[in-house]
């Protein structure tokens, strides 16, 4: 059990060291950029999945019109 905890505190340590000293972080001007773009990204595909189920809606409207 003592390993155990012993594992636990080594990886904690090197995670810690990894974040602090080996990750490269974003500048908040890229971090700005991406949010735009992902916020754009998010906006087309919602208009294109609105404009998609609208042409449905208005076939199976002339679908069941014709039938019914």
Same mark, same amino acid.
């Given at each position: 059990?003592?390993?155990?905890?012993?594992?636990? =505190? #080594?990886?904690?340590?090197?995670?810690?060291?990894? +974040?602090?000293?080996?990750?490269?972080?974003?500048? !908040?001007?890229?971090?700005?950029?991406?949010?735009?773009?992902?916020?754009? =990204? #998010?906006?087309?595909?919602?208009?294109?999945?609105? +404009?998609?189920?609208?042409?449905?809606?208005?076939? !199976?409207?002339?679908?069941?019109?014709?039938?019914?």
């Amino acid at each position: 059990m003592k390993k155990f905890f012993k594992n636990v =505190a #080594s990886y904690c340590k090197e995670s810690y060291n990894e +974040l602090v000293h080996k990750t490269s972080w974003p500048t !908040m001007s890229e971090l700005s950029n991406s949010a735009v773009v992902v916020l754009t =990204a #998010s906006l087309v595909i919602a208009l294109i999945v609105f +404009l998609i189920d609208l042409g449905f809606e208005n076939i !199976m409207t002339f679908i069941y019109e014709k039938v019914f």
